[in-house]
């Protein structure tokens, strides 16, 4: 059944089914045993720090975590539930139809049935912590505002807020308002899902000079778009679900050349190449 996804869609590359606990349960051929191993690893933490991040696309009573894709500039990643316990990853190269792939996957997703799943450990949804609202109390406490954030956020219909975080994981600077707290709480969680992204790239593809270049993670009440930075930082930003993610994703990237005023010296470089 995972053989469909690389024999019908077009660009397509590899598909692996595990579980939450991060053990494969299945994969297409021409894939080795370490590597099914390795991004099944990859794929559980991914998912995990992806329903943690939640509270930062907004709030709501239905968080429900929906997808995953990581994009390199050699290829993509996407990662879906499959079932109360388990995931599907597919990856595929740069010119794949996306709507084609996550179609198919949602296809093999209902094929695959419950004797294919496993009850998970913890479910992230059920207990979802909750933010409390900026106070006059913390006026002193935000974070530096970054103009081009907050001109980012006011101008996309549905923009909530962004925070830019750099190579140690520390927040840098976030948009006008936004909760200390959640910036600093939501820093781990987005760093450790930018480091991931990038442990999965040979999954997209062999390419030695493949860069990752963001990762999108959509739920049902809002989306999360983590994006490269240059000397390992990343821009982290958060809007509504019927945003244009298009035109979001174009401005945060247009301006991620201004953000390196915001950054410690570019000591850490080499943490841009996988």
């Given at each position: 059944m995972l053989e469909d996804i690389v024999n019908n869609v077009p660009s397509a590359r590899h598909a692996v089914l595990l579980s939450a606990d991060g053990l494969p349960r299945g994969a297409t051929a021409g894939m080795t045993a370490e590597g099914v191993n390795t991004i099944s690893a990859a794929m559980a933490g991914m998912q995990s720090l992806?329903?943690?991040?939640?509270?930062?696309?907004?709030?709501?009573?239905?968080?429900?975590?929906?997808?995953?894709?990581?994009?390199?500039?050699?290829g993509w990643?996407?990662?879906?539930?499959?079932?109360?316990?388990?995931?599907l990853a597919a990856a595929a190269a740069p010119?794949?139809?996306?709507?084609?792939?996550?179609?198919r996957m949602q296809q093999l997703v209902g094929r695959l049935g419950r004797e294919l799943t496993s009850p998970p450990r913890t479910v992230a949804e059920e207990q979802p912590r909750r933010w409390r609202s900026p106070s006059p109390e913390d006026s002193g406490q935000q974070r530096s505002s970054i103009p081009g954030l907050d001109e980012v956020?006011?101008?996309?219909?549905?923009?909530?807020?962004a925070v830019l975080l750099a190579a140690d994981g520390l927040p840098r600077g976030a948009t006008r308002g936004m909760d200390p707290d959640l910036a600093d709480t939501i820093a781990a969680a987005m760093t450790g899902m930018q480091s991931l992204s990038r442990a999965t790239a040979p999954f997209a593809g062999a390419d030695p000079d493949r860069q990752w270049l963001q990762?999108?993670?959509?739920?049902?009440?809002?989306?999360i778009f983590l994006i490269a930075?240059?000397?390992?930082?990343?821009?982290a930003a958060a809007a509504a679900h019927d945003t244009d993610i298009e035109d979001i994703?174009?401005?945060?990237?247009?301006?991620?050349?201004?953000?390196?005023?915001?950054?410690?010296a570019p000591a850490r470089e080499t943490a841009d190449q996988t």
């Open positions: 992806s329903r943690a991040t939640a509270p930062f696309a907004g709030q709501g009573q239905d968080r429900q975590w929906k997808q995953t894709v990581i994009e390199f500039s050699h990643i996407f990662l879906v539930a499959a079932g109360q316990g388990a995931y010119d794949v139809d996306m709507q084609q792939i996550t179609f956020v006011s101008q996309v219909p549905g923009a909530r807020h990762t999108v993670v959509e739920f049902s009440h809002g989306w930075a240059g000397h390992g930082a990343c821009l994703t174009t401005r945060m990237h247009r301006l991620v050349p201004e953000l390196g005023q915001y950054l410690s």
